[in-house]
């Protein structure tokens, strides 16, 4: 089974429906994220948590709101979506990276939703 | 200025060419960088940390200047497997904690 799950991995929808993608681990990472990627664009990040009671807003956070339910679960919700929030969204999670610790901080990826907005 | 870039190529090189890719950041507070391999439609894996002092992994040779405040990916002896994107991620200082922060992508290909 996979480290980091996405759910669902496809989704077409139509302008103003809400939509929700969750994430799921079994790193037992404290820090979770999600990017998306559009093309020539790279991954840009939308929000990041680094537990449950700590959300923070990416760089493009603007139409989109997260919910840590739990130290392995992080979802990310599109509360009315517009088509220019098609896209490739990736989850992630990471340890501290702290050296000390023998952290690396390396990211680990969900397979990535597919979503489409009508 | 975007805090990481990289120079999207494409680059297109034959089977055993050595090829290198640069990265720039903006944010001299950074404190680790990685290199990404990302094949098409799937999800990024990691290629390569990348230390002070630099680091090599078979073919794979990365290095670090922070005066200069780029990274370096050096492929030797290129296969037509290494095909795919290379993403520079960059952890950048931000309010107390480090933010994974990736530059777009260089795209490799590598011809018969």
Same mark, same amino acid.
């Given at each position: 089974?996979?480290?980091?799950? +996405?759910?669902?991995?496809?989704?077409?929808?139509?302008? !103003?429906?809400?939509?929700?993608?969750?994430?799921?681990?079994?790193? !037992?990472?404290?820090?979770?994220?999600?990017?998306?990627?559009?093309?020539?664009?790279?991954?840009?990040?939308?929000?990041?948590?680094?537990?449950?009671?700590?959300?923070?807003? !990416?760089?493009?956070?603007?139409?989109?709101?997260?919910?840590? +339910?739990?130290?392995?679960?992080?979802?990310?919700?599109?509360?009315?979506?517009?088509?220019? +929030?098609?896209?490739?969204?990736?989850?992630?999670?990471?340890?501290? !990276?702290?050296?000390?610790?023998?952290?690396?901080?390396?990211?680990?990826?969900?397979?990535?939703?597919?979503?489409?907005?009508? | 200025?975007?805090?990481?870039?990289?120079?999207?190529?494409?680059?297109?090189?034959?089977?055993?060419?050595?090829?290198?890719?640069?990265?720039? /950041?903006?944010? =001299?507070?950074?404190?680790?960088?990685?290199? /990404?391999?990302? @094949?098409?439609?799937?999800?990024?894996?990691?290629?390569?940390?990348?230390?002070?002092?630099?680091?090599? @992994?078979?073919?794979?040779?990365?290095?670090?200047?922070?005066?200069?405040?780029?990274?370096?990916?050096?492929?030797? @002896?290129?296969?037509?497997? @290494?095909?795919?994107? /290379?993403?520079?991620?960059? =952890?950048?200082?931000?309010?107390?904690? /480090?933010?994974?922060?990736?530059?777009?992508?260089?795209?490799?290909?590598?011809?018969?």
């Amino acid at each position: 089974d996979a480290d980091v799950t +996405q759910t669902p991995r496809n989704r077409i929808t139509k302008t !103003g429906k809400r939509i929700m993608l969750e994430c799921s681990q079994t790193k !037992g990472h404290d820090r979770m994220y999600w990017y998306r990627q559009d093309p020539g664009l790279g991954l840009r990040l939308i929000y990041y948590s680094f537990d449950v009671k700590d959300i923070n807003k !990416g760089e493009i956070s603007d139409g989109y709101s997260v919910s840590r +339910q739990a130290q392995a679960k992080f979802s990310l919700s599109l509360e009315s979506a517009i088509p220019n +929030q098609t896209a490739l969204y990736f989850c992630a999670t990471s340890d501290q !990276g702290l050296a000390e610790f023998g952290n690396t901080g390396e990211l680990f990826f969900g397979e990535g939703s597919r979503l489409t907005v009508l | 200025r975007k805090e990481v870039e990289q120079d999207p190529g494409p680059f297109n090189v034959p089977e055993g060419a050595t090829v290198a890719f640069n990265c720039t /950041y903006s944010n =001299s507070a950074s404190q680790s960088f990685f290199w /990404y391999r990302q @094949d098409c439609r799937k999800e990024p894996k990691l290629l390569m940390s990348v230390y002070s002092s630099g680091n090599e @992994d078979g073919r794979f040779t990365a290095q670090l200047n922070r005066a200069s405040q780029y990274i370096s990916l050096l492929i030797r @002896d290129s296969k037509l497997s @290494d095909s795919a994107t /290379y993403l520079c991620v960059v =952890s950048r200082a931000s309010g107390g904690s /480090y933010i994974p922060t990736f530059g777009r992508g260089t795209s490799l290909i590598v011809h018969p």
